[in-house]
T-cell receptor
Framework: NAGVTQTPKFQVLKTGQSMTLQCAQD?????MYWYRQDPGMGLRLIYY???????DKGEVPNGYNVSRLNKREFSLRLESAAPSQTSVYFC??????????FGDGTRLSIL | QKEVEQNSGPLSVPEGAIASLNCTYS??????FFWYRQYSGKSPELIMF????GDKEDGRFTAQLNKASQYVSLLIRDSQPSDSATYLC???????????FGSGTRLLVRP
């Protein structure tokens, strides 16, 4: 059981570069989420997709875009990376009335 | 005021003791409450979830919810060094699919 798979696991970017973080789940879940986690902080929601074909902003959407490509895949794009976006990014998915399942995370550094 | 508050710790307890972790939340309409454990460099892992007032037990873990006082707690009995981690409280505040996380409490269990 793969669960929630995130790629890449690590990435270093230069300021101004663009990047897409990939997330795929094999649990047939309707809802998917992108979070970021900074040192000493909890997870902050960037964007979420309640169901295929819908996306909504979370707490910290500025500087990001998302695409719910199909039921399995939910990607996060940084159009012009900034050092403030250095963080660990987690993707999660859930089915109605069930807890969220998290991927292993992508560690992103922007120089 | 943060929506979900946790003491950052560290909370240090001796092996075999009871560890008590607390979380308060601001929205009285919150419906679902989750405790995640996160080891350093790893993704959050679900420990417990609770929807109704009272206690819910699972092995060495007990989640307690008091909606009138707007707090949720996690008790870990017979604490082990392997329980040393950061514990994240998460609250689903309405019928949306979004979770709001606290910043986490770091637990250290001394051998």
């Amino acid at each position: 059981n793969a669960g929630v798979t995130q790629t890449p696991k690590f990435q270093v970017l230069k300021t101004g570069q663009s990047m897409t973080l990939q997330c795929a789940q094999d649990m047939n879940h309707n809802s998917m989420y992108w979070y970021r986690q900074d040192p000493g902080m909890g997870l902050r929601l960037i964007y979420y997709s309640a169901s295929e074909g819908t996306t909504d902003k979370g707490e910290v959407p500025n500087g990001y875009n998302v695409s719910r490509l199909n039921k399995r895949e939910f990607s996060l794009r940084l159009e012009s990376a900034a050092p403030s976006q250095t963080s660990v990014y987690f993707c999660a998915s859930r089915q109605a009335n069930q807890p969220q399942h998290f991927g292993d995370g992508t560690r992103l550094s922007i120089l | 005021q943060k929506e979900v508050e946790q003491n950052s710790g560290p909370l240090s307890v001796p092996e075999g003791a009871i560890a008590s972790l607390n979380c308060t939340y601001s929205d009285r309409g919150s419906q679902s409450f989750f405790w995640y454990r996160q080891y350093s460099g790893k993704s959050p892992e679900l420990i417990m979830f609770i929807y109704s007032n009272g206690d819910k037990e699972d092995g060495r873990f007990t989640a307690q919810l008091n909606k009138a006082s707007q707090y949720v707690s996690l008790l870990i009995r017979d604490s082990q060094p392997s329980d040393s981690a950061t514990y994240l409280c998460a609250v689903m505040m309405d019928s949306s699919y979004k979770l709001i996380f606290g910043s986490g409490t770091r637990l250290l269990v001394r051998p």
